[in-house]
């Protein structure tokens, strides 16, 4: 069988947001049963049929790389992380749901991968704020991923969707939400795993078919 050409998903967002049990179900389809800590950073590789149906399918592999969520704004520490920056294709943001810092702290997380070319000596902002402009021309595709959907009470629901939708538009991206523990939040044909199927699909488009200058990586 020929080797299958890949693609590398960085998943970054805060310690403890759900980032290792949520690489677990996307390419093991089984719920984690005993997370831990990552440390640096663990690899685990799902298998994309891309374009799925059509003439134009291909099976490809997705690296997931969950990138450890220390947020010290130590210049080391990001200076580690920058290593895992290398030749990316798509960045997917996971926050916790429960948890509105781990929401915000995905600007710092984005900018810190975006822009691994620079210095490490940290975020960019305006005015204790974070420059939303400064996506405006990002042409790595990205995907927001809410974790820990279950522990939110119905009452309170809509009012924390509602602020992570405007989370969402800031990076101009799709945004899913779901309870790791349980998989039938990734089932075939859900809303949820069509957005992750198209995201997957665009990732590919952008690393082998668009071929705009910085974006293609050789592996």
């Known amino acids: ?45 799902r298998i994309h049929d891309y374009k799925e149906g059509t003439p134009e399918e291909k099976t490809y592999y997705i690296e997931l790389w969950d990138v450890g969520g220390s947020v010290g704004s130590a210049t080391s520490v990001k200076s580690t992380r920058a290593v895992f920056y290398n030749s990316l294709n798509g960045i997917i943001l996971v926050h916790d749901l429960t948890n509105k810092k781990s929401s915000q702290n995905l600007y710092r997380w984005s900018l810190e991968a975006l822009n691994r070319d620079v210095a490490p000596t ?36 809509n009012e924390v969707l509602t602020r992570t939708a405007f989370l969402a538009e800031d990076f101009n991206a799709e ?4 309870d790791c523990t349980n998989p039938r939040y990734l089932a075939a044909g859900s809303s949820n795993a069509v957005k992750l199927s198209r995201f ?5 488009e952008k690393r082998y078919f668009l071929r705009d200058g910085n974006q293609v990586c050789n592996f």
């Open 1 to 45: 069988m020929a080797a299958l050409d890949r693609v590398k998903v960085l998943v970054l967002g805060d310690s403890g947001v759900g980032k290792s049990s949520l690489v677990h179900l996307l390419c093991q389809n089984q719920v984690l049963g005993n997370p831990s800590w990552t440390v640096g950073c663990s690899v685990d590789v």
């Open 122 to 157: 940290g975020v960019l902002v305006t005015n204790g704020d974070y420059d939303r402009e400064q996506f405006a021309d990002n042409q790595i595709p990205l995907l927001v991923i809410g974790t820990k959907l279950d522990q939110i009470p119905e009452t309170k629901r």
């Open 175 to 178: 945004e899913i939400n779901l």
């Open 200 to 204: 997957f699909d665009k990732v590919i």
